[in-house]
């Protein structure tokens, strides 16, 4: 949602935190802050991130720009892609999966008891599948301020289906799903 407000343009973000972006002059802005800021937050980078991954929000890095599709991102469920208008680079393939196709991969939120921050890209493994391609790719991951670490993953339908989800080679680092705060189910 955007509103307007003394010449800034203040953008709703998604999730269960309310969280805003501004965008207007450095003094608008500055204003506004001298007026929220016994209610409101500066937020770290890691933090943001950490809410992204909190919202079900994915963020694409360098590390991972060619490891998804938008459906595997739940883009389509975000409203983050329209399959009615447009053209862009690679837009048969999406719309192929859209209608034709059966998608095999999708995005969770997910913990982990472990300090090791896994970066975007990153391979996830199982005990049970065994192609080339391991169990799905982390999105994003932050640590958790209770402990451990939160993450947005693609991970496969088999995968899910087995609770079968680990960081690591040596399945030592399990993967525990978490409700992601919208429905990813989609007609198919």
Same mark, same amino acid.
């Given at each position: 949602?955007?509103?307007?407000?003394?010449?800034?343009? *203040?953008? +709703?973000?998604? /999730?269960?935190?309310? +969280?805003? !972006?501004?965008? @207007?002059?450095?003094?608008? &802005?500055?204003?506004?802050?001298?007026?929220?800021?016994?209610?409101?937050?500066? %937020?770290?980078? !890691?933090?943001?991130? %950490?809410?992204? &991954?909190?919202? @079900?929000?994915?963020?694409?890095?360098?590390?991972?720009?060619?490891?998804?599709?938008?459906?595997?991102?739940? *883009?389509?469920?975000?409203?983050?892609?329209?399959?009615?208008? @447009?053209?862009?680079?690679?837009?048969?393939?999406? $719309? =192929?999966?859209?209608?034709?196709?059966? %998608?095999?991969? =999708?995005?969770? =939120?997910?913990?982990? $008891?472990?300090?090791?921050?896994?970066?975007?890209?990153?391979?996830?493994?199982?005990?049970?599948?065994?192609? /080339?391609?391991?169990?799905?790719? &982390?999105?994003?991951?932050?640590?958790?301020?209770?402990?451990?670490?939160?993450?947005?993953?693609?991970?496969?339908?088999?995968?899910?289906?087995?609770?079968?989800?680990?960081?690591? !080679?040596?399945?030592?680092?399990?993967?525990? %799903?978490?409700?992601?705060?919208?429905?990813?189910?989609?007609?198919?």
């Amino acid at each position: 949602m955007v509103s307007h407000y003394n010449g800034m343009q *203040l953008i +709703r973000l998604s /999730g269960d935190k309310a +969280r805003f !972006e501004c965008a @207007g002059s450095s003094e608008a &802005i500055e204003q506004l802050w001298q007026t929220l800021q016994t209610e409101a937050h500066f %937020l770290n980078a !890691e933090h943001w991130k %950490l809410l992204d &991954i909190y919202a @079900g929000q994915p963020n694409v890095y360098d590390s991972s720009k060619e490891a998804f599709i938008p459906q595997m991102l739940n *883009l389509q469920v975000l409203n983050g892609i329209s399959f009615k208008k @447009g053209c862009y680079t690679g837009q048969e393939v999406v $719309a =192929r999966m859209q209608y034709l196709g059966k %998608l095999k991969r =999708r995005m969770y =939120r997910a913990q982990c $008891a472990t300090q090791t921050l896994p970066m975007p890209g990153d391979k996830l493994y199982s005990a049970t599948i065994k192609s /080339g391609q391991g169990a799905g790719n &982390i999105v994003d991951a932050q640590h958790d301020p209770e402990g451990g670490i939160d993450c947005l993953a693609v991970i496969t339908s088999a995968a899910v289906e087995k609770d079968d989800i680990f960081l690591d !080679e040596n399945l030592q680092f399990k993967l525990i %799903l978490q409700d992601i705060p919208y429905s990813i189910e989609t007609e198919e």
